[in-house]
């Protein structure tokens, strides 16, 4: 169906920029150490590392998970356990998240971002992030950080006062104050915020930024948290890298995520403002279990099903974080207090449904900028060549129209072709087969010419051509006809004047003709077989090696006393003894090395015109074929 096979199309592309990396969202529990004033635990860490254990009222439940961390876990074992994992990934090109869940005050907060002193995973990840690249050219970080409050997006690095809730629709009673983000989708990457701050991120910035983002952060008193946050806060950091002698890039999107806690509003006090900031947390993540729910099944039952991740704010910019393209990371939280058994066995249990979920982290590659302009400035010199051709071209097409109107449908010029005949048989004009020149000067067709004044009764007037007609079907040669064969013959193959005895051995009946029996007239012209054959029928008692060649002063080369060509000097070739052969075969020898043509051409002592038209007149039967050509 379309569906699967635009999901093909898609992993195909992919998979030619990159490995495809098909695997399981990773979940980690972390139980934090009990308060003052708490009983417990209800639950704790299996000694293999890997299990919890929790103990209800009713029975003592097991949880397998991948990597299950105690109260005794310091931040740097999650940094090792979780941070260098996704580092690994995004250096590599792909998306990597990691998202902390659980009930309010089971340590998300501290998890994600810590202290000073102490640090979570952000500013860990983001320091080494820094030192990794470091040593790459053209290598970067650019940070942002977000908030969803009462299903609004507000930027975390801009200090402008928030808004009062219920948010005004009117713009000018929300003056002076933030101004919600929208979200986009873009190529690579998740959803992103649209006109929020990114901060290139420099060594030494870290903590100074974090800073920024947590006090412009809402948190709020409760009877369950004293420091409780009411909303969820989304750090995304964008890492390009430039691969050396390639024209692309890699980039790469790192997501943390601090999700607030979900909260029983009968335990933590909440009224006014406070209520609604909790319901809309509650909603939230109800939408965000609906949703993983919705995507294990269809990966499970592997049929088309709609997962719908427009149910809430947080849900769409999560869409690629959670079973989409990126490597995912899920890191439960839960108190191991008594009065909190029915949120962590709440949270265990979505954590062991969220490992069924399978994540393809693709490799991101996109063209590097810098190498794009490149491109279009070698593009755009060959746009201006192309442009200057066809402004040639364009200078140059009316001669070429000038040229085509001259022409006739069979490419023979229109010198050739008869007036008459063209307006009767237009488009496909004959050549001239009897070409005569009218008293009016111009070349007409015989027999169309004849029937022309024969239609009008009207006899021709005196014709331009010397001594009538000669014949039926021998006429005699158009001057005008013959001048233009002469101009036509570009290359001047063959002597002026073997054009009329071409014509007269053709018959005028094909000009087209006669220029092929002219080309090949000119091949045997070259061939000494050609002026052996003359010799040996003209002068059969005489032997060629006796006659006197005359030296013409091509043949003679630097034989000229003007020219100033040095001689060089031979090199000296040891003789080398050869064998003897018979006379026979010596004068087999110097016949084929010997010229005939000025052989031949040496014993007309007076070049008449009777010698040169029998050389060109048998040349000609041969080329027309009525002598057969031996070789």
């Given at each position: 169906?379309?569906?699967?096979?635009?999901?093909?199309?898609?992993?195909?592309?992919?998979?030619?920029?990159?490995?495809?990396?098909?695997?399981?969202?990773?979940?980690?529990?972390?139980?934090?150490?009990?308060?003052?004033?708490?009983?417990?635990?209800?639950?704790?860490?299996?000694?293999?590392?890997?299990?919890?254990?929790?103990?209800?009222?009713?029975?003592?439940?097991?949880?397998?998970?991948?990597?299950?961390?105690?109260?005794?876990?310091?931040?740097?074992?999650?940094?090792?356990?979780?941070?260098?994992r996704a580092i690994e990934a995004v250096l590599d090109g792909r998306n990597a998240s990691i998202m902390a869940y659980g009930q309010t005050n089971s340590g998300k907060t501290f998890t994600m971002i810590g202290t000073k002193k102490n640090p979570g995973l952000v500013p860990n990840i983001l320091n080494e992030l820094l030192l990794r690249i470091s040593s790459s050219e053209g290598a970067s970080v650019r940070v942002s950080a977000v908030q969803i409050i009462n299903e609004f997006m507000f930027d975390?690095?801009?200090?402008?006062?928030?808004?009062?809730?219920?948010?005004?629709?009117?713009?000018?009673?929300?003056?002076?104050?933030?101004?919600?983000?929208?979200?986009?989708?873009?190529?690579?990457?998740?959803?992103?915020?649209?006109?929020?701050?990114?901060?290139?991120?420099?060594?030494?910035?870290?903590?100074?930024?974090?800073?920024?983002?947590?006090?412009?952060?809402?948190?709020?008193?409760?009877?369950?948290?004293?420091?409780?946050?009411?909303?969820?806060?989304?750090?995304?950091?964008?890492?390009?890298?430039?691969?050396?002698?390639?024209?692309?890039?890699?980039?790469?999107?790192?997501?943390?995520?601090?999700?607030?806690?979900?909260?029983?509003?009968?335990?933590s006090g909440v009224v006014g403002k406070r209520l609604a900031e909790a319901s809309n947390i509650n909603r939230s993540l109800s939408a965000l279990k609906g949703l993983m729910g919705d995507i294990l099944e269809q990966q499970q039952t592997r049929k088309p099903h709609f997962v719908n991740y427009?149910?809430?704010?947080?849900?769409?910019l999560l869409k690629n974080s959670i079973g989409g393209n990126a490597q995912a990371t899920l890191i439960c939280n839960v108190s191991p207090s008594v009065e909190c058994g029915t949120e962590t066995k709440s949270t265990l249990e979505f954590g062991q449904m969220s490992r069924g979920i399978r994540c393809?982290?693709?490799?991101?590659?996109?063209?590097?900028?810098?190498?794009?302009?490149?491109?279009?400035?070698?593009?755009?010199?060959?746009?201006?060549?192309?442009?200057?051709?066809?402004?040639?071209?364009e200078r140059q097409l009316p001669?070429?129209?000038?040229?085509?109107?001259?022409?006739?449908?069979?490419?023979?010029?229109?010198?050739?072709?008869?007036?008459?005949?063209a307006q009767a048989t237009a488009p496909f004009v004959p050549v001239f087969k009897r070409p005569v020149v009218a008293g009016d000067g111009i070349t007409y067709e015989r027999d169309v010419l004849f029937a022309n004044w024969k239609q009008k009764a009207r006899y021709p007037s005196t014709s331009q051509l010397p001594k009538g007609f000669r014949g039926e079907f021998v006429g005699f040669p158009n001057k005008?006809?013959?001048?233009?064969?002469?101009?036509?013959?570009?290359?001047?193959?063959?002597?002026?004047?073997?054009?009329?005895?071409?014509?007269?051995?053709?018959?005028?009946f094909d000009i087209q003709s006669c220029f092929l029996v002219s080309r090949r007239w000119f091949a045997i012209c070259q061939d000494n077989r050609f002026w052996e054959t003359l010799f040996k029928r003209d002068y059969p008692n005489e032997d060629p090696s006796k006659c006197i060649v005359k030296k013409t002063p091509e043949?003679?080369?630097?034989?000229?006393?003007?020219?100033?060509?040095?001689?060089?000097?031979?090199?000296?070739?040891?003789?080398?003894?050869?064998?003897?052969?018979?006379?026979?075969?010596?004068?087999?020898?110097?016949?084929?090395?010997?010229?005939?043509?000025?052989?031949?051409?040496?014993?007309?002592?007076?070049?008449?015109?009777i010698r040169s038209f029998r050389v060109r007149t048998y040349g000609i039967q041969l080329a027309t074929g009525l002598k057969p050509c031996k070789w």
């Open positions: 169906d379309l569906y699967s096979f635009c999901t093909l199309l898609f992993f195909l592309k992919a998979f030619s920029f990159g490995e495809i990396m098909s695997e399981s969202i990773r979940v980690v529990t972390r139980i934090r150490p009990l308060l003052a004033g708490e009983k417990g635990p209800v639950c704790r860490a299996g000694l293999d590392g890997a299990k919890v254990e929790l103990q209800t009222t009713e029975q003592k439940l097991e949880f397998d998970y991948d990597t299950a961390i105690g109260p005794s876990g310091s931040q740097q074992d999650m940094h090792n356990n979780i941070g260098m975390l690095f801009d200090k402008t006062p928030m808004p009062d809730f219920p948010l005004s629709t009117k713009k000018e009673l929300r003056k002076g104050k933030k101004n919600p983000l929208k979200i986009r989708e873009r190529e690579y990457g998740p959803f992103e915020p649209v006109g929020n701050i990114k901060m290139r991120l420099l060594p030494g910035q870290v903590w100074p930024l974090l800073l920024l983002a947590e006090s412009q952060r809402e948190y709020a008193k409760t009877n369950s948290n004293e420091c409780s946050s009411r909303s969820h806060s989304v750090y995304l950091a964008e890492v390009v890298q430039e691969v050396p002698g390639e024209n692309y890039e890699l980039v790469s999107n790192l997501t943390l995520i601090d999700l607030a806690g979900s909260e029983n509003v009968q335990r427009r149910n809430s704010t947080l849900t769409k393809k982290a693709v490799q991101n590659v996109r063209k590097n900028a810098a190498k794009l302009n490149e491109e279009i400035a070698a593009a755009r010199l060959v746009l201006s060549a192309l442009s200057n051709d066809i402004r040639r071209l001669d070429l129209r000038s040229l085509e109107e001259r022409m006739s449908f069979n490419g023979i010029p229109n010198e050739f072709t008869c007036p008459l005949t005008n006809i013959e001048s233009q064969l002469k101009s036509w013959n570009e290359n001047r193959l063959w002597p002026a004047d073997v054009i009329s005895v071409i014509l007269q051995y053709s018959n005028y043949s003679e080369g630097t034989s000229d006393p003007d020219s100033k060509t040095e001689k060089k000097p031979q090199k000296k070739t040891t003789k080398k003894k050869l064998k003897t052969k018979t006379p026979k075969q010596k004068k087999k020898v110097k016949q084929s090395q010997m010229n005939f043509r000025e052989v031949y051409l040496s014993k007309i002592v007076v070049k008449t015109e």
